[in-house]
């Protein structure tokens, strides 16, 4: 008998499939990737690895690894034709809608685009890897209304999408500072821009169609869009004298604070540690920054309050810090996030439809039943 207490809202705890990827364990705080902790993979790994490590389920050899590396490069340039596209792109909007419009894009340019065999979706996906990186820097310069720059091929992923997005090269700490913010965000299990790509590709979509919906899931402020929220609350803050009243209030009203709380984490989201080490070392390096400080507030007050509800800091609290610090400007912190993802998107669609079943839940129907057409005329 269905009834609304077999409803899991929000799709809690329901499991719809296997992975070998990503595991998380909420309550403790672990996350792995092919069983080993984030935090190896942030220390001694990069994004590059990473990524290739999540399309083929396992550790490269050097030699896969240097294979993968170039192949990358090799596609970091996109096509003369979405250029123009992104530079004919109005002013003033959200880089996210401008990714989402790309990556679309992306696929009318893309012969191969309809492929959805296994082979055909890899080779996409290390294109969608590389060419994200471009596409994002490239906005940012058409948007300033600067000259968009071509990639480098003697920097690695971070370094050159940074070198891309400043017009300057990062020194060697900045590039592994943002390649770590990379390893971070690249997978993390079912979360709702990996589903929604999953849920495209049940239906055997292409990859672009996977990403495009993917980049519209987690610009959403309750999924990626959170770490520009969080800097919106920073701004809104204003000085660290003001966070704890600030944080209170907001307490006091029950209303939400921004890049705190988890569906799966009910302890602290060792990846928002990581990132917290980081902001710290930058800040005490240059002089505490005001985002710090207030963050470091808000995080004791929230923990106090609200840890024992389960609502810890996530992985979006820290990260608009250390990119700010990386000069990045807020509304690139989701892109950022989509830059890391695609990998863990392109990654969970692969793994999905080699044992494909179209995704089509269900509601509990609670409308009226034994209801007749009333002709427009006789209504009141
Ligand atoms: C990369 C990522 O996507 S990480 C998540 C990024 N999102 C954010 O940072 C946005 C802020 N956080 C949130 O909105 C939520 O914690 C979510 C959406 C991430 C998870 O939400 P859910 O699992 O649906 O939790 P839900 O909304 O049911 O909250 C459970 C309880 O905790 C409270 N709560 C949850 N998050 C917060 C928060 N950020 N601030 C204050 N209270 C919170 C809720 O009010 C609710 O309280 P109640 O039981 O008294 O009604
Ligand atoms: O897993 C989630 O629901 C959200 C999240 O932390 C992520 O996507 O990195």
Known sequence: MTNTANIAKGLEGVLFTETKLTFINGAEGILTHLGIPIQEWAEKSSFEELSLA?????????????????????????????????????RGIHPMQALRTAASYLGLLDPQAEDTS?????????????QFATIIAAINRAQEGQDIIAPRMDLTHAGNFLYMLTGKEPTGEQARLFDIALVLHADHGM???TFTAIATASTLSDMYSCMT????????????????????????????????????KKLDNKEKIMGVGHRVYKYFDPRSRVLRDYAEHVA??????????ILETIEKIVVDRMGAKGIYPNVDFYSGTVYSDLGIKKE????????????????SVIEYTRDNRLLRPDALYTGKTDQHYVPLKDRA
């Open 284 to 293: 005490n390096k240059e002089g505490k920054s005001n985002y710090y400080q």
């Open 213 to 248: 919906s993917a980049i519209g899931a987690l610009k959403g402020p309750l999924h990626g869009g959170a770490n520009e929220a969080v800097m919106d609350m920073l701004d809104e803050v204003g000085t660290p004298e003001q966070a704890e009243a600030y944080i209170t």
């Open 332 to 347: 690139y912190f989701t892109p950022i996030f989509a830059l890391a993802r695609v990998s863990g998107w392109c990654a």
């Open 54 to 90: 999540l399309l083929d389920g396992e550790l490269p050899t050097a030699e896969e690894l240097a294979r993968f590396d170039a192949d990358l490069k090799a596609n970091r340039a996109v096509p003369q034709q979405l250029l123009d596209v992104i530079a004919a792109m109005p």
């Open 191 to 193: 979360n709702a821009s």
């Open 118 to 130: 296994e082979e055909g979706r890899r080779a996409i996906s290390i294109r969608l890897i590389a």
